[in-house]
């Protein structure tokens, strides 16, 4: 069964601090990877887009790392800051055309 | 260039009744997907819909029904309506296969509440 795992469900730290947000997957026959940032109530917006062929894409503070031979994938964020609060779901293509998504990290920025 | 745009964004139904949501895809693309995200977990797929035609589908009873139209927007119709339908309800849309890069885009979803 292709699963998604995020952990932990949730993480504070203090503004300023980098931080990193782990997902695995099982299956490494995969698409693409996508990270997405979800504020309460709302709905998903695109961070990056990894595909199968990447190992890495960067977006101004964040970078995430794709390694499929273990099944992982990070979004780094430096330098945090409050407005970072929310959210952020991993998210994979198996190659089906659908996403199987992880529980997402509920992360919070401490000022 | 307007994005993923859902209708209603909140909405308020009994059990059993049935209930359409709206989706209109971001400009320039024609394939749209449905999503359900209960509280506190990930969105899970339902189903998919492309030139028309349900593509493929997820693990949903066939309560849940849809439709995309020529102008490629789509509708989610949910029959007989269980408590446990109640969740967000996510529209994503991507590109055409010729272009596609396999990325979503996602609307800020329908706020469904079975009572």
């Known amino acids: 069964k292709q699963e998604v795992t995020q952990i932990p469900a949730a993480l504070s730290v203090p503004e300023g601090e980098n931080l990193v947000l782990n997902c695995s997957f099982t299956?490494?026959?995969?698409?693409?990877l996508q990270w997405f940032r979800q504020d309460p109530g709302k709905g998903l917006t695109s961070l990056l887009l990894?595909?199968?062929?990447?190992r890495e894409q960067t977006s101004g503070r964040l970078n995430a790392s794709l390694d499929k031979s273990s099944g992982r994938s990070t979004l780094y964020i430096a330098a945090s800051q409050p407005g970072d609060s929310a959210t952020y779901l991993c998210?994979?293509?198996?190659?089906?055309?659908?996403?199987?998504f992880g529980t997402g990290t509920r992360l919070t920025i401490i000022p | 260039d307007a994005g993923v745009t859902q209708s209603p964004t909140h909405l308020i139904k009994t059990r059993g009744q049935q209930v359409t949501l709206r989706c209109s895809p971001k400009?320039?693309?024609?394939?749209v997907s449905w999503y359900q995200q209960a509280l506190g977990q990930g969105p899970q797929f339902i189903f998919q819909y492309y030139e028309e035609e349900e593509r493929q589908r997820g693990n949903f009873p066939d309560r849940f029904s849809g439709h995309q139209f020529p102008n490629y927007s789509s509708e989610l119709n949910v029959n007989a309506l269980l408590l446990g339908d109640s969740a967000l309800y996510l529209c994503?849309?991507?590109?055409?296969?010729?272009?596609?890069?396999?990325?979503?885009?996602f609307g800020e979803g329908s706020r469904l509440t079975v009572l």
């Open positions: 990894i595909q199968s062929s990447q």
């Open positions: 994503a849309s991507s590109l055409p296969l010729e272009e596609h890069t396999g990325e979503l885009f």
């Open positions: 400009s320039g693309h024609d394939t």
């Open positions: 998210a994979v293509n198996f190659g089906n055309e659908k996403l199987t």
């Open positions: 299956d490494s026959a995969i698409y693409n």
